[in-house]
Nanobody, 114 residues
Framework: QVQLVESGGGLVQPGGSLRLSCVAS????????MGWYRQTPGEQRELVAT??????KYRDSVKGRFTISADNAKNMVYLQMNSLKPEDTAVYYC?????????WGQGTQVTVSS
């Protein structure tokens, strides 16, 4: 079992920045993959950024603005979001793939609005 807890969401103006954090209940070095998804009402959850087997991938709309990183010592995964746009508004979920299944956090709301 893995527990994930996100934090760092909030309300930000267009062009602003936020850093999302996710703490895992076990060493992140044991995870095959980890990253962030987001979801808006009535839409499917979509991949934002992921790290797996040493490779990092981003969805096209966030490339150059978002950066995923991790701190093994703290069991933390981060998502630095810069130059935020209203279309980035969503609930953001941390996920990891461990022992042949996905684990999800509870989500944190990000709202980009003036």
């Amino acid at each position: 079992q893995v527990q994930l807890v996100e934090s760092g969401g909030g309300l930000v103006q267009p062009g602003g920045s936020l850093r999302l954090s996710c703490v895992a209940s076990r060493s992140i070095s044991t995870f095959y993959a980890m990253g962030w998804y987001r979801q808006t009402p009535g839409e499917q959850r979509e991949l934002v950024a992921t790290q797996a087997s040493g490779e990092t991938k981003y969805r096209d709309s966030v490339k150059g603005r978002f950066t995923i990183s991790a701190d093994n010592a703290k069991n933390m995964v981060y998502l630095q979001m810069n130059s935020l746009k209203p279309e980035d508004t969503a609930v953001y979920y941390c996920y990891v793939f461990y022992n042949n299944r996905n684990y999800w956090g509870q989500g944190t709301q990000v709202t980009v609005s003036s």
